[in-house]
């Protein structure tokens, strides 16, 4: 199967939210192989690998708003998740996940983690922080922006280990743009 209709798949599963056996037969074939290939090349850290060419281009071509970068974290509701996903803090008794996420200026995504609804967003901005997938500019003024969630003496202390000066999230609103 050529490549391109592989991943022609993969983008039509993401796009939609289907599932894998929901594809169109007609036009990907298999179901069961583009979710195979998913599966090998997310291992082999291909989206990964996509996501940073695709921001460097976007550095080369438009620039990176490295100045202002701001953090938030989303619930997302799994009625018919397994156990791992985890409770959601707010509601004990439904699962679900939370994506968290740190974009630059222009709201272009430089880190994203995926966790159980259960984990507070403090205790991700580390691993948040860590998995920027294109190298910081170093020697250049960065500020943070994050909500309460994310707030507390250790990840003041993160943000400032990562050259970073920290926002805060009413700040940010109120008075614009430092």
Same mark, same amino acid.
């Given at each position: 199967?050529?490549?391109?209709?592989?991943?022609?798949g993969?983008?039509? !599963?993401?796009?939609?939210?289907?599932?894998?056996?929901?594809?169109?037969?007609?036009?990907?074939?298999?179901?069961?192989?583009?979710?195979?290939?998913?599966?090998?090349?997310? $291992?082999? /850290?291909?989206?990964?690998? =996509?996501?940073?060419? @695709? =921001? +460097?281009?976007?550095?080369?071509?438009?620039g990176?708003?490295?100045?202002?970068?701001? !953090?938030? /974290?989303?619930?997302?509701? +799994?009625?018919?998740?397994?156990?791992? *996903?985890?409770?959601?803090?707010?509601?004990?008794?439904?699962?679900?996940? $939370?994506?968290?996420?740190?974009?630059?200026?222009? /709201?272009?995504? =430089?880190?994203?983690? *995926?966790?159980? +609804?259960?984990?507070?967003?403090?205790?991700?901005?580390?691993?948040?922080?860590?998995?920027?997938?294109?190298?910081?500019? $170093? @020697?250049?003024q960065?500020?943070?922006?994050?909500? $309460?969630?994310?707030? /507390?003496?250790?990840?003041?202390?993160?943000?400032?280990?990562? @050259?970073?000066?920290?926002?805060?999230?009413?700040?940010? !609103?109120?008075? @614009? +743009?430092?």
């Amino acid at each position: 199967m050529p490549s391109r209709r592989i991943f022609e798949g993969i983008v039509f !599963v993401l796009k939609t939210g289907c599932q894998w056996k929901s594809l169109p037969r007609e036009r990907f074939g298999s179901a069961s192989s583009i979710h195979k290939y998913f599966r090998q090349w997310l $291992k082999a /850290g291909f989206f990964q690998a =996509l996501w940073h060419a @695709g =921001l +460097a281009e976007y550095d080369e071509m438009e620039g990176i708003a490295w100045k202002l970068q701001s !953090v938030d /974290g989303a619930m997302i509701k +799994a009625p018919l998740a397994r156990e791992a *996903v985890g409770r959601n803090p707010t509601d004990r008794e439904k699962k679900g996940s $939370k994506r968290h996420l740190l974009v630059d200026g222009h /709201g272009v995504p =430089l880190s994203l983690i *995926v966790t159980g +609804a259960n984990r507070h967003d403090v205790s991700q901005l580390t691993a948040l922080l860590d998995a920027i997938v294109i190298a910081l500019p $170093k @020697g250049k003024q960065r500020f943070l922006y994050v909500d $309460k969630g994310y707030d /507390g003496e250790p990840a003041r202390e993160q943000i400032r280990f990562r @050259g970073y000066t920290q926002g805060s999230h009413e700040r940010s !609103v109120h008075a @614009g +743009a430092p």
